[in-house]
């Protein structure tokens, strides 16, 4: 597509339930990124996708967390046992490749654990 | 690993020019980059810096120094819509995602 998109832009949850958060990047982009930003903040790296495999997790701040890119293009960012310090805006970015060559990034999800 | 450092807030005057200043810490280098981003909005790429000196893009302007360790964003004929909050960023190393410094939020006053 001409630009990163992310599905839901937004989404409410109940604390204990499970949520995915969905990232279509830009076509022919390697390198996959999700990021987690809280107001007044800058993004905060959770992981990062060179094709279909994650070349670097150590941004996942638990075993709650876990992300796929199954066919090398869309991901899926997956949460169990929502807590309400999960609640963030949740960005993705594509890149052609590796390097620190500009991102593109996606409007984000914003997820409210209640 | 990677640590930047830039002032959390700026006002400048419509027409003017502005400064946003960033200095990182790191075990090596791989350049610096800047985004902008309005609030709600997504952050966008405005400029990537490599090699020390002067990057002009139209009214934006990027400046690294390597041995300092610092950076900056140059904003002239600051108008209105510059209003944003602005992100040096640099990698750990030469393939590894970029990290964020905190973000400077820019105000551009009439």
């Known amino acids: 597509g001409a630009g990163v998109s992310q599905t839901p832009s937004n989404k409410v949850t109940e604390k204990g339930k499970y949520v995915e958060l969905r990232c279509d990047p830009i076509s022919g982009h390697t390198a996959l990124y999700w990021y987690r930003q809280s107001l007044g903040q800058g993004p905060e790296f959770l992981i990062y996708?060179?094709?279909?495999?994650?070349?670097?997790d150590s941004g996942l701040p638990n075993d709650r967390f876990f992300a796929v890119r199954p066919e090398g293009s869309v991901s899926t960012l997956k949460i169990q046992r929502t807590e309400r310090g999960d609640s963030a805006v949740y960005l993705c970015a594509s890149s052609p490749g590796q390097g620190p060559g500009g991102y593109t990034f996606g409007s984000g999800t914003r997820l409210t654990v209640v | 690993g990677q640590s930047l450092e830039q002032p959390s807030e700026v006002t400048a005057v419509e027409g003017a020019i502005v400064q946003i200043n960033c200095t990182y810490q790191t075990s090596g280098f791989y350049g610096l980059s800047w985004y902008q981003q309005h609030d709600g909005g997504a952050p966008t790429f405005l400029s990537y810096n490599a090699l020390d000196g002067l990057e002009e893009t139209g009214r934006f302007s990027s400046f690294l120094s390597r041995s300092d360790s610092y950076g900056y964003l140059l904003l002239q004929e600051l108008q209105m819509k510059d209003s944003a909050s602005y992100f040096c960023a640099a990698p750990n190393s030469g393939n590894t995602p970029l990290v964020f410094g905190k973000g400077t939020r820019l105000s551009v006053i009439a």
């Open positions: 996708f060179q094709g279909t495999g994650a070349a670097d």
